[in-house]
Structure formats: structure tokens, C-alpha cells
């Protein structure tokens, strides 16, 4: 340990317990076993281990808090991961405290830390898609809190994860545009910073792949957001207007998308068939209602709730668990060319 600051996590490794159970130990939190507290609190002195300004703020009793962060409340999706962790928070007696980041990485850090002087037991969050440095995580981890990453996850922390098969998802929209008579589909994408970001592009490659379909160089556009979309689509209809397809990374931009197509006078689907992911209600009050993978959001946040509240419950040192949940692909008018 010479030269190196001694952290909760060095104490949980020596000691074969989880940093949990040593940061409740440190708290002298009434759960923890009698001997397991002594032996921490006897290891982190004979270490010199001194807690960080964080982490003294966290030396207090369970606050029976939980942080939520996400990148918009206002967004069907995430609004729904929120109420699936609220549901599974609530029953078993704990609050959770919101705070969203506007995809800014500065506002996700700021959050941290707020959150973290709230005295929180444990994170559950979906990461901006900004977020290039992750030494806000890792602080966390070192001190010793839960976190469980929804949707978009951080691979540099140890850190349990609820994710949907966004490949799958994305195969499964792009080959059912294929089955109704597409032949030139254009992917709108997201951040490729991203986990979902690159699965969603490779599951529409891989469909294109497996059904023979050409794929140019303008197939894939960096285009994630309702606005973007109306701008661009109209710009490479111009130039390419043989497209028959639109696959968008999330219902918004399909939805500009539907609407950009309608302003140069083409028709949804039999000019250009669209399909969304996500599922979120504007799906299907789109005019025509849009198909759509659905992403699950209330059940991810139900997940994520349980996979935290054990993680904070447990001694137990286990390892960092991932659930995977599967995708629906659910078709609608915008997709249905007339054979």
C-alpha cells in the first residue's frame, strides 16, 4: 500500500466483504456484524486509511435515499425508468432523490457530488451522452457506494448494469423493413461514444448483411435528436433519392424524420418506411403510428431498483452482475408498404 492512498475498496478486498459493508462498517451502521465492524475499523487504521471529504460526509447513518440521474426527465423513456425504480424503492422503504444532466458531463459530475453531500445509499444511473471522463465514477466506487447503470453503461468502474439487446432490437426493425419491400435504408444514429449507440448500428449492418442489401456510404448518419433529423433528411433525400427506408435510434428522431419526409412531399410508408426504438407514447399518436422497438423502460428501472437495493443489502463481495433484457419489436402503420 506504500506510495498508493488507501481506499474503501482496498479495505473490502483485503477483508474479502464488499465496499458496502465496509462503508456501513466506517458509519458504525447497527446491520453490520459486530466482529465484521471491528475488523474493518481495526484494518483501516492499522492502513492510515483516511475517507476523502466525500466520504466523511457519507460517515453518517442510512439516509434511505436513493440518486437517480438521467439525461431528461421530460423523455418518455426515462420518465418511465424513474417510475419502475420509484415503484421497487418505495416498497421496500426507501425515497429516491432525481437529478437529470441534460447530456452535459459537467452537469452529470455537479450531480455527483450534490448528491453525494445528500448522504445517498446508493446510485442508479444513465450516463449523459457526453460523457468522455469517467473519474466521477470511479470516485464513487472508491468510496465504497452502489451504483447500477441503466441503458447507458460506464465500462472503466466495476459497477452492475440493466441493459436491453439493442442489437436484437435493431435487428429485428431494420430486417422487418427489409421483409416489407425496403431496399435502400438509411440508419440514423446514435453517439458512437456509446454502448447503444454502436449495438443499434451494428444490429442494422448485420441485417443488411444477412439480406444481401448494399451498403453505401451516406447508410449511416450521426442524427440522434427530433431536430436534427428535420434537417437532415430533406438534405440527403436530395441527394439520394432512392432511399425507401429510415431506421432512427430513438422515436424522436423518427419522428422528425416522418415529418421532414412529409415536407418534400413524400408519403410514409409507401415512399419511405420508418421505424423508431423506444416505444415511448408518441409512437402511436404519429400520424401514421409508427413502429417501434420497445425498449422496456418501466421494467429496466424495476430491475435496476431490485440489483441496487440487494447490492446495498448484501455482505457479500460478488461480482458486478449485468441483466440483458430482451426487445419487442412492435409494427405499425409507418413501416406497412402497400404490396
Not at 64 to 80: Q, R
Not at 111 to 119: H, P
Not at 139 to 157: L, Q, S, T, Y
Not at 159 to 184: E, R, S
Request: aromatic share 6%; charged share 25%; glycine share 6%.
Amino acid at each position: 500500500m506504500r506510495g498508493h492512498q488507501v481506499t474503501i475498496k482496498d479495505i473490502a478486498k483485503i477483508l474479502h466483504i464488499s465496499p458496502s459493508t465496509v462503508s456501513r462498517a466506517l458509519k458504525d451502521h447497527p446491520d453490520i456484524n459486530p466482529q465484521t465492524k471491528k475488523n474493518v475499523q481495526e484494518l483501516a487504521k492499522k492502513l492510515h486509511y483516511k475517507p476523502n471529504q466525500i466520504a466523511l460526509n457519507l460517515l453518517q447513518k442510512e439516509s434511505k435515499l436513493i440518486g437517480v440521474i438521467v439525461p431528461e426527465i421530460i423523455h418518455y423513456f426515462f420518465s418511465t425508468i424513474i417510475s419502475g425504480i420509484e415503484k421497487i424503492a418505495n416498497e421496500s422503504g426507501y425515497h429516491i432523490i432525481i437529478a437529470q444532466s441534460n447530456e452535459s458531463y459537467h452537469k452529470e459530475v455537479e450531480n455527483i457530488q450534490a448528491l453525494l453531500s445528500s448522504n445517498i445509499d446508493g446510485f442508479i444511473i444513465t450516463m449523459a451522452k457526453t460523457t468522455l471522463n469517467f473519474d466521477h465514477f470511479k470516485n464513487v466506487e472508491e468510496i465504497g457506494v452502489p451504483m447500477v447503470f441503466v441503458d447507458r453503461a460506464c465500462d472503466k468502474v466495476t459497477a452492475d448494469k440493466v441493459l436491453v439487446d439493442d442489437f436484437d432490437g435493431a435487428y429485428k426493425a431494420t430486417k422487418h423493413l427489409i421483409d416489407n419491400g425496403c431496399k435502400n435504408i438509411i440508419h440514423l444514429a446514435g453517439p458512437q461514444n456509446l454502448d447503444i449507440g454502436i449495438q443499434r448500428k451494428e444490429g442494422f449492418l448485420a441485417a443488411l448483411n444477412d439480406s444481401n442489401i448494399s451498403i453505401g456510404d451516406y447508410s449511416i448518419q450521426i442524427c440522434d435528436t427530433h431536430d436534427h433529423a428535420l434537417k437532415l433528411i430533406p438534405e440527403i433525400l436530395s441527394r439520394h433519392n432512392n432511399i425507401d427506408g429510415i431506421f432512427a435510434v430513438n422515436d424522436l428522431t423518427a419522428i422528425g424524420a416522418m415529418k421532414a419526409v412529409k415536407s418534400i412531399n413524400k408519403k410514409v410508408p409507401d415512399d419511405i418506411a420508418i421505424s423508431g426504438f423506444t416505444n415511448s407514447f408518441i409512437s402511436y399518436i404519429a400520424d401514421p403510428e409508427l413502429t417501434t422497438v420497445d425498449q422496456k423502460g418501466f421494467e429496466m428501472g424495476q430491475h435496476a431498483a431490485r440489483m441496487l437495493l440487494k447490492r446495498m443489502q448484501s455482505d457479500e463481495n460478488y461480482g458486478p452482475v449485468t441483466t440483458i433484457l430482451n426487445t419487442d419489436l412492435i409494427i405499425r402503420k409507418s413501416s406497412l408498404k402497400k404490396k
